[in-house]
């Protein structure tokens, strides 16, 4: 997934970004984003003890949302709600890192049936997720990165990498109530333990506990 080691991991403890870290060797510098209570930075101490490197912390608790809202919206005048709160998490992960790079798991959910969604609904496909994320997702995450000079790595959307596995039929990756099976047989074949190749997905904005301090202003 090429060699990005003096860049910077968007990190939640998850199964993308841990299998991204120990794919780079653990020469990645991860960083987390969070409130102090929040699932995201328990779940990153957790397993940043478990395999033994340091994750740097982000820590919002001081923080006014008012500052990241009104850059992205400027950015993307058309952004949902749901959405903004995700690039709140990426947007304070920039305005904290030292490194040029960031490398993200941008992707990985789309490609590999990651969403609850696709659990739940049998026909839904994943082609539109995909395209959403390509032609307006990453344009705006990049000119969110441009604010602040650096530039986005997105591994699980290297060419090779969506051209291998965007097109699978969705049983390879949903079996039952478990999804993204094909990440899941990497992470258990690089070694990584099984707490981490079983673990569930939780979004960012919701891990973060960044979407319910927005639903605590709605005028944001």
């Known amino acids: 997934m090429g060699n990005h080691g003096e860049a910077a991991l968007a990190f939640s403890g998850g199964l993308d970004s841990t299998l991204l870290m120990a ?16 699932h995201d930075i328990e779940r990153a101490r957790h397993v940043s003890d478990l ?6 912390e982000i820590i919002l608790d001081d923080r006014d949302l008012r500052e990241a809202v009104s850059a992205i919206r400027t950015i993307d ?9 995700y690039e709140i998490v990426l947007y304070y992960t920039l305005s904290g ?5 960031l490398v993200t798991g941008q992707g990985a959910d789309e490609i590999f ?13 994943n082609g539109g997720y995909l395209e959403k994320l390509i032609h307006k997702t990453l344009p705006r995450e ?9 530039s986005l790595v997105t591994p699980y959307l290297e060419p090779v ?31 990584l333990p099984e707490e981490i190749w079983r673990f569930r ?11 319910k301090r927005l639903n605590k202003v709605p005028d944001l």
């Open 142 to 150: 990049n000119d969110i990165a441009g604010i602040f000079s650096k």
């Open 161 to 191: 990498i969506v051209k291998a596995f965007s097109g699978l039929p969705r049983d390879v990756n949903v079996i039952g109530n478990v999804n993204k099976i094909q990440i899941r047989n990497l992470a258990r074949d690089s070694g």
């Open 23 to 38: 794919l780079s060797g653990y020469r990645l510098k991860p960083y987390t984003v969070g409130y102090s209570d929040s």
């Open 97 to 101: 890192i030292k490194e040029d790079h």
């Open 77 to 85: 005048p058309s952004i949902g709600r749901p959405e903004i709160g």
């Open 201 to 211: 997905k939780k979004a960012a904005q919701y891990g973060s506990g960044v979407q």
């Open 51 to 56: 395999l033994g490197f340091r994750v740097r």
């Open 113 to 125: 049936y990651g969403y609850r969604r696709f659990i739940d609904n049998p026909d839904l496909a």
